[in-house]
């Protein structure tokens, strides 16, 4: 059974940072890409970035880009998402995915999802 488990989110100020993280099982994650999507209070799920099974192949949406930055551990079998200069637009439950099977940037894309966690920016 896959597994993805997310952590590190919080409540942060304006321009703070913070890093997520997501830990997956059941699977050698590192054969598959892993990704994050957001979802805003009364909002559709977003992309925000996937990164390929070896890492050598990243994609932020252009709402992120040049603040977040995604990364992977396959040893851990970890997906991370450092997030810096935090906007209160970014307050969002955060999920992970893995397994793609369509287009990267839509949530259909992706087989597997976590539980989500939960990002606050204060203004």
């Known amino acids: 059974q896959v597994q993805l488990v997310e952590s590190g989110g919080g409540l942060v100020q304006a321009g703070d940072s913070l890093r997520l993280s997501c830990t997956a099982s059941?699977?050698?994650?590192?054969?598959?890409?892993m990704g994050w999507f957001r979802q805003a209070p009364g909002k559709e799920r977003v992309f925000v970035s996937w990164?390929?099974?070896?890492?050598?192949?990243?994609n932020y949406a252009d709402s992120v880009k040049g603040r977040f930055t995604i990364s992977r551990d396959n040893a851990k079998n970890t997906v991370y998402l450092q997030m810096n200069s935090l906007k209160f637009e970014d307050t969002a439950v955060y999920y992970c995915?893995?397994?793609?099977?369509?287009?990267?940037?839509?949530?259909?894309?992706?087989?597997?999802w976590g539980q989500g966690t939960q990002v606050t920016v204060s203004s």
């Open positions: 059941g699977r050698t994650f590192s054969r598959y890409a």
């Open positions: 995915v893995t397994i793609m099977r369509g287009p990267a940037n839509t949530p259909e894309g992706w087989n597997y």
């Open positions: 990164i390929s099974s070896s890492g050598g192949i990243t």
